[in-house]
């Protein structure tokens, strides 16, 4: 079995939380773990029968893969048949970090891959993950901790509360840095296709690479479509409806006579004035700080009961495409 744990610099756990982790980890057990992005539900990508715990428990379709985390790029040769030219100029500028590079797959990330001939890695930044990683020794896979379609987890609390008594150990490390899930760039077309929006954006990929990169026809059939992202993701059971923030008042004058529980999300300056502090969640109206806020946003529309929201996006720039992106996803349900 030790030998089938590749995932790069491995050094003796270095608190009891991690030691219990790793034990749990190399007994074919589920440990949810904070990342950068948001919390990952996380077992031994080499062992099949634990990679089948976390579909069980996330209730997620078999026919979508997962990310491999592993403690440092090295590792990546391990779990890939070919690592292209850029696969190293991209994790020399970005990991540890936001972004899952999916490549050719070795066999031993079959039990990862869905079927697909690649396999999506990634060397997450947040200290805990990568103390967790080294500990390990292996490669972890890792979903968001989060029942299959739901709002994704940036707490150990979130966490608790979407996995319930179906919750594993959790490893907890306060709240994400990130808000919002790793960039996905498939390395195995050329040109590079991004699969999904993150905190790495295509401008800072094209730039690292000096070449452009495709888009990726979400939904559609053909190799440029990605199994999970399908639009019914990242929703809260309220409704979700995107506005303007010229227009946002006025269609809160507009429900202000409905008897139906509704509530408001958007940035400082989109608030209408004089809206009820009950109907109201207020987010930065800087596009990086408002990804950080609105995953826990959509949970409290639900904490609310709200059975309608209305949400005012972020502006485009840094993580704003990402969060754009999600959104327009719960919107679609
Ligand atoms: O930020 C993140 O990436 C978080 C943290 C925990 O690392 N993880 C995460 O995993 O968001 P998950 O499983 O919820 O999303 C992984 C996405 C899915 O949309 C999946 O389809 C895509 O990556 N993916 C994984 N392997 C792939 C592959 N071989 N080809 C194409 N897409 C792949
Ligand atoms: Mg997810």
Redesign the pocket.
Known sequence: MEADRVGGEHSAPDSPEVARAVEILLDGGLVAFP?E????LGADASNAEAVASIYRTKGRPPN????V?LACAEAAVEWSAALPPAFSRLAAAFWPG?L?L?VFASPRARAV?AG?P???L?V?RHPLALRLLRAFGGGLA???ANRYGRV?PTTADDVRQDLGPDSPFILDGGACEVGV??T?L?LSTEPPTL??KGAVTRQHIEEVLGQGIDEGSEGGAGPHR????STSHYAPRARVELHGPADAAGHCIALATTAESWGFIGPRSAAPPGLDNGRLVVLSDEPDAYARGIYAALREADRRGWSRVLVVPPDEAGLGAAVRDRLSRAARR
Request: aromatic share 2%.
């Open positions: 990342t992005t948001v919390y990952g979508i893969p997962l990310i985390h936001p899952a999916v891959t697909l690649t396999v999506a990634r997450p890792a979903p968001s994704s899930e790793s996905v498939d699969l999904r990605s199994p999970g992202l």
